[in-house]
């Protein structure tokens, strides 16, 4: 598999966390397309990403959202993520293929900083990093 479509999957990334819709994605992937990421239509490249991304809002999403439910205090800081993901990447459109490449490199630091990204009770930067991608997914 090319590593940018890894990258965007998040397979290597926490194998043992993939759900069904990331391994989907990633057997689909693995058996139709032999190209590079770029070399991709724009439609098969956001339902990479989409998959991606919903891989993302199950593993980060769905817990980041409780643990901000339980702890108001954590909103502001995902509210602060989400403004600066918004101006790195280039204004408020932001489409699924940017944020999922984008997420993909934040789940690289974190694995390159053996951060297992499962502590809500202190979450780091790439956990609120990642849940305000999350909140940015159209």
């Not at 098969?44 to 999403?61: Q, Y």
Request: charged residues 25%; aromatic residues 6%.
């Amino acid at each position: 598999m090319n590593v940018a479509v890894r990258a965007v999957l998040g397979r290597s990334r926490f194998p043992g966390r993939m759900s069904g819709l990331g391994k989907l994605a990633a057997s689909a992937y693995r058996r139709d397309v032999s190209a590079p990421f770029d070399e991709l239509t724009a439609g098969r490249r956001a339902w990479i990403a989409r998959a991606g991304l919903a891989e993302l809002n199950a593993t980060i999403g769905r817990p980041g959202r409780a643990a901000v439910a339980a702890r108001p205090d954590l909103l502001a800081r995902v509210d602060q993520h989400a403004a600066a993901i918004r101006d790195s990447l280039g204004g408020a459109l932001l489409d699924p293929v940017a944020l999922a490449g984008y997420s993909a490199a934040i789940r690289d630091a974190a694995r390159d900083a053996e951060d297992p990204l499962d502590d809500w009770s202190k979450p780091s930067w790439a956990m609120l990093r990642l849940l305000a991608v999350c909140s940015l997914v159209p």
